[in-house]
T-cell receptor, first 113, second 118 residues
Framework: DQQVKQNSPSLSVQEGRISILNCDYT??????FLWYKKYPAEGPTFLIS?????DKNEDGRFTVFLNKSAKHLSLHIVPSQPGDSAVYFC????????????FGPGTRLSVLP | DADVTQTPRNRITKTGKRIMLECSQT?????MYWYRQDPGLGLRLIYY???????NKGEISDGYSVSRQAQAKFSLSLESAIPNQTALYFC?????????????????FGPGTRLTVL
């Protein structure tokens, strides 16, 4: 049973609009959450993270929201750009030492010009 | 030059063959990881190493072994490859922050090795 779920395998958004990628988790002990972006033929690259003591973290066009009671986080991209087209992975860590990374299956975002 | 490199990038092999995937990093990180990615399953941890003398099993270590030859090198071996080990394999590194916690928990990934076992 997956501990980190991304229920939308794909998402298409018009350029300039908002992209919202969702992630749900089952383990309330997760204390840190990350989003990674992956282009074809490349490894994932870190995008943004949030600690469980916060409910929002913003970095430029990217904002991550965390709702601990719902065990849900979301990544907002505003405005979306064609270069944002990639697979986005949600990941969570279980402890302070970062060895237990659990990744979701990913959502493929397509930003249409 | 890439900070985390993997060789080979692509490999096709036959059932029963021994395969080694290699990972090198120039980031100076102590921690290294091996993951595999399968469609619909995300990345799953195979093995991880916190320093040269430390090796730990991850979620799916059966059928795999690793060797940490130096701080910069971490290799993954399939002793007798089988078709369900066909996947995309990623090596990653991370570091500790000043607080002793994994700095931002961010991992740096290599470009991946696509392995096909026939």
């Amino acid at each position: 049973d997956q501990q980190v779920k991304q229920n939308s395998p794909s998402l298409s958004v018009q350029e300039g609009r908002i992209s919202i990628l969702n992630c749900d988790y089952t383990n309330s002990m997760f204390d840190y959450f990350l989003w990674y972006k992956k282009y074809p033929a490349e490894g994932p690259t870190f995008l943004i993270s949030i600690s469980s003591i916060k409910d929002k973290n913003e970095d430029g066009r990217f904002t991550v929201f965390l709702n601990k009671s719902a065990k849900h986080l979301s990544l907002h991209i505003v405005p979306s750009q064609p270069g944002d087209s990639a697979v986005y992975f949600c990941a969570a860590t279980l402890d302070n030492y970062g060895q237990n990374f659990v990744f979701g299956p990913g959502t493929r975002l397509s930003v249409l010009p | 030059d890439a900070d985390v490199t993997q060789t080979p990038r692509n490999r096709i092999t036959k059932t029963g063959k021994r395969i080694m995937l290699e990972c090198s990093q120039t980031k100076g990180h102590d921690r290294m990881y091996w993951y595999r990615q399968d469609p619909g399953l995300g990345l799953r941890l195979i093995y991880y190493s916190f320093d040269v003398k430390d090796i730990n099993k991850g979620e799916i270590s059966d059928g795999y072994s690793v060797s940490r030859q130096a701080q910069a090198k971490f290799s993954l071996s399939l002793e007798s490859a089988i078709p369900n080990q066909t996947a995309l394999y990623f090596c990653a590194t991370s570091d500790l922050g000043d607080s002793g916690r994994a700095a931002g928990h961010e991992q740096f990934f290599g470009p991946g090795t696509r392995l096909t076992v026939l």
